[in-house]
C-alpha cells in the first residue's frame, strides 16, 4: 500500500475479515453454521497483504482456516455465509461449507481439510501453469503444523526439480491445534526447512500488511521467472483452534500481549500517523463495514435450502 486510498482500502479490508468472523462465531453458537468452524482472527493482515500483492494471473490455495482469503480474493460476503450456512446461493450451494470455500474464478482453489492437502495440489496446478507457460503463479498457504507432513516434504522438494512457479507461504501461528511449534518441529525457525531443498526463504512480520505485500511480490517475482520461493509469515491467531477450543495450552497473559500488537490496530495507528484519516473517518469505516455483513447475513438468510437433487450435483462419485 502506498496511497491514501490503498491504505484505508486495506484497513477496511482488515476490518471486514475480523467482523465477517465475529458474526461467524455468533452464527455458530446459533446453530446456524455446522460442521468445523476456525476462525482467522488475529491473522486478517497476511491475507490482504498477499491479496494486494497478486495480479491477474496469480492465484491462491489454503488450508481450511479460508475465510479471510476468500474474501480478500474478491468473494462476496453474502455468498460465504450462504456457504457457511449451508444455502443454495453458497460458492459450492452450500456443500462445501466453511472449510471448503472455493472459487476458481477468482484464482481461489479453496479451502482444504486435509493438513497439508493443498501442498501437492498446488504443485499440480503450477505444473499446469508450466506446461502451459502462461505465466501464471500460486502462492500455496499452510500452517505451522502442516509443515511437518510428509506431503510438504514432497512438494517442496520436486518443486524445486522442476522449478515450479509457486510460493509456499507458512502462516506460523504458534500452534497446530493445542500443540505448540516446539513440541511437535525439531526445527522450529521453519523458513530454513525449504533451505534442505535450495529454495530461497525469508521470515515475514503477519502483523504488517505492507510487510507481508512487499514480501509477496518479491516472491512472486522469483516464481515467475526463476521457480518457487518460500515465506514464513509470523503471525497469531486471537482465538481457540476451533469453536470450542478449552485453550488449555497457552496462557492468557501471552493472548493478551498478541492482541496488543494486533494488525488492525497497527495500521490504525499507521493511519493516524500519516495523516491519511482521522478517528471519525476510520469510525465510518467501521460502520460501512457493518452494514456491509448485516446485508450479507441477510442475502444468507434468504437464500433457499438446496434441493434435495443437489446431493447428487457437482460430485465425483
Ligand atoms: C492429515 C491430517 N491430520 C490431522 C488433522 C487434524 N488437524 C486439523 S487442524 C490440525 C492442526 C494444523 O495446524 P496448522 O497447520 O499449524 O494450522 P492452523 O490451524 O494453526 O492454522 C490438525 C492436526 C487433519 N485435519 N488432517
Ligand atoms: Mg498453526
Not at 461467524?24 to 476462525?39: N, R, S, T, V
Not at 460458492?91 to 472455493?102: E, I, T, V
Not at 509477496?216 to 481457540?240: C, D, I, Q, S
Request: proline share 3%; aromatic share 8%; with cysteine.
Amino acid at each position: 500500500m502506498r496511497t491514501k486510498a490503498e491504505y484505508l482500502k486495506g484497513y477496511k479490508d482488515l476490518v471486514a475479515i475480523r467482523r465477517l468472523e465475529e458474526k461467524c462465531a455468533e452464527l455458530y453458537q446459533l446453530g446456524q453454521i455446522g460442521g468445523f468452524l476456525h476462525l482467522y482472527i488475529g491473522q486478517e493482515a497476511v491475507a490482504v497483504g498477499i491479496s494486494n500483492a497478486l495480479t491477474e494471473k496469480d492465484h491462491v490455495i489454503t488450508a481450511y482456516r479460508d475465510h479471510g482469503i476468500a474474501y480478500t480474493q474478491g468473494m462476496d460476503p453474502g455468498v460465504i455465509f450462504a456457504e457457511l450456512t449451508g444455502k443454495i446461493d453458497g460458492c459450492s450451494k452450500g456443500k462445501g461449507g466453511s472449510m471448503h470455500l472455493a472459487d476458481t474464478s477468482l484464482n481461489f482453489w479453496g479451502g482444504h481439510a486435509i493438513v497439508g492437502a493443498q501442498m501437492p495440489l498446488a504443485a499440480g496446478i503450477a505444473t499446469g501453469f508450466q506446461y502451459l507457460k502462461n505465466d501464471n503463479v500460486i502462492v500455496c498457504m499452510m500452517g505451522d503444523g502442516a509443515t511437518n507432513i510428509g506431503y510438504f516434504h514432497e512438494a517442496l522438494n520436486l518443486s524445486k526439480v522442476w522449478n515450479l512457479p509457486v510460493v509456499w507461504l507458512v502462516e506460523n501461528n504458534r500452534y497446530g491445534m493445542g500443540t505448540a511449534v516446539e513440541r511437535a518441529s525439531a526445527v522450529t525457525d521453519i523458513q530454513l526447512k525449504a533451505r534442505g531443498y535450495k529454495i530461497p526463504s525469508e521470515e515475514v512480520d503477519g502483523m504488517s500488511v505492507n510487510a507481508v505485500e512487499k514480501a509477496v511480490k518479491k516472491a512472486v517475482k522469483h516464481a515467475r521467472e526463476t521457480g518457487p520461493f518460500f515465506l514464513e509469515v509470523m503471525t497469531y491467531r486471537f482465538h481457540g483452534h476451533s469453536m470450542g477450543d478449552p485453550e488449555r495450552y497457552r496462557e492468557a497473559e501471552e493472548i493478551k500481549r498478541f492482541r496488543k500488537e494486533g494488525p488492525i490496530g497497527i495500521l490504525h495507528a499507521e493511519i493516524l500517523e500519516k495523516k491519511y484519516a482521522t478517528e471519525a473517518d476510520l469510525d465510518k469505516i467501521h460502520d460501512e463495514v457493518d452494514e456491509m455483513i448485516a446485508a450479507a447475513v441477510e442475502f444468507a438468510a434468504n437464500s433457499p435450502e438446496p434441493d434435495p437433487s443437489e446431493l447428487w450435483t457437482d460430485i465425483y462419485a
